[in-house]
């Protein structure tokens, strides 16, 4: 570790203070400003704490580590002992397996993330102007305490793509996916957007909103005051819903949309209203220059509903507020002919047994390789056009 720096782990948020931890974690908003990446700053992890929705009884237990200068905060991760590896959205099972067939160990292990939360953002949350030495403290930290607790692995998961290859750089091994992200190129309106792609994808995404709209109801956007608890009675059944069918028990507790309510001008609700009664919903996080969409559900099936709700809603509402990105979850390549485009994402993996190493590191490898065909493939097979042609 670099010498200087003081390394402390935290089993609650609540004892780190929120000024210093978003000193690092979010610095734009010293002005009032929103912030870049919502799911970093302290009252969205202390959300998931308070809630129940991580803590003793869900695999998720906080270390979260703090690195010190001449007793000055100046670097925080969001750190968690894991005893297994859902929620993640980075997936280790084979890993795990092969590792336990083997005669290891593989959990408990130590994971670097915001739970249940695949979306890209800083990981290593650093001072401004300290950047590349407390990053390399917090990931030094990281391992030195792996090693000394004689845990199998460290996973830093949906970190930039700069720090994926600092840890690299550090011996760490560098993993890619992939997701599908909508860009804002300047769009007036939807239509704007509808003209730069062919001709059949324009008339297929036309038809699915005309086709979306019948289900005899009515959509609204709420955000801020608008959203209102008894909106986070009818999301939490929506919620359940979905989460019992993907995950067998939704991740996060009622608890969770109480205090999420508490960061409503955060938020952006969508739902679909029948006879004024919520029968489906979509649950974005709106970030400084992007809207990130999480989560929804429904209690009634509609065609094309899903799509509307989750994809060309949220792009509505980046256009209108100028918002550059819209990033819509993990994986689902249905998303390509909604305007979604391929881009990679990165993880940084410490891995303590050298023989387990070098099978990870060969099997990222080639990884690797087929994550860049993929992203070049459906890339070529995306809906926009080459060159502009008259609308129809």
């Known amino acids: 570790m670099d010498q200087g720096f003081e390394i402390t782990l935290y089993s609650d948020i609540s004892e780190i203070s929120e000024t210093d931890w978003n000193a690092c974690a979010c610095p734009e908003t010293a002005d009032g400003s929103r912030a870049f990446d919502p799911f970093t700053t302290h009252r969205f992890l202390a959300a998931l704490e308070a809630s129940g929705s991580v803590g003793p009884g869900t695999g998720w237990d906080a270390r979260h580590l703090v690195a010190r200068l001449e007793g000055r905060v100046i670097g925080v991760a969001p750190l968690y002992v894991k005893g297994h590896s859902q929620g993640e959205y980075v997936f280790d099972h084979g890993w795990a397996d092969a590792f336990e067939r083997a005669g290891g160990r593989y ?98 995404l036309r038809k699915e909103r005309r086709k979306a709209q019948e289900f005899s109801g009515e959509i609204v956007q709420l955000t801020g005051d608008a959203i209102r608890p008894e909106h986070w009675d009818a999301f939490w059944a929506f919620y359940q819903d979905t989460g019992s069918r993907k995950w067998g028990r939704p991740y996060l507790t009622r608890a969770f949309f109480d205090r999420l309510h508490e960061m409503r001008e955060d938020v952006l609700l969508v739902l679909a209203l029948r006879e004024g009664r919520p029968i489906a919903g979509a649950l974005n996080l709106i970030g400084r220059d992007a809207l990130f969409g999480r989560y929804w559900g429904c209690i009634e099936d509609h065609p094309f509903l899903h799509f509307e709700l989750c994809y060309h809603q949220a792009v509505d509402y980046a256009i209108a507020e100028g918002l550059g990105r819209v990033e819509a979850g993990a994986q689902g390549e249905h998303k390509l002919a909604r305007g979604y485009l391929p881009v ?40 926009f056009r080459m060159n502009r042609e008259p609308d129809t």
């Open 107 to 204: 959990y408990p292990k130590l994971q670097c993330a915001v739970p249940f939360t695949p979306v890209t953002g800083r990981r290593l949350l650093v001072l401004p102007g300290l950047e590349e030495a407390g990053r390399r403290a917090l990931l030094a930290g990281m391992a030195q305490i792996a090693e000394g607790a004689g845990v199998s692995s460290v996973h830093v998961t949906f970190c930039t793509e700069g720090e994926a290859e600092l840890a690299a750089g550090e011996g760490w091994l560098h993993r890619v996916g992939q997701q599908f992200h909508w860009f804002n190129d300047g769009y007036g309106a939807f239509e704007d957007f509808l003209a730069e792609l062919s001709s059949r994808k324009r008339k297929a």
């Open 344 to 383: 990679v994402t990165h993880s940084a993996h410490w891995i303590g047994h050298p023989g387990l190493r070098r099978a990870v590191a060969d099997y990222l490898e080639a990884e690797r390789a087929a994550v860049d065909e993929d992203i070049e493939i459906l890339t070529e097979l995306g809906p």
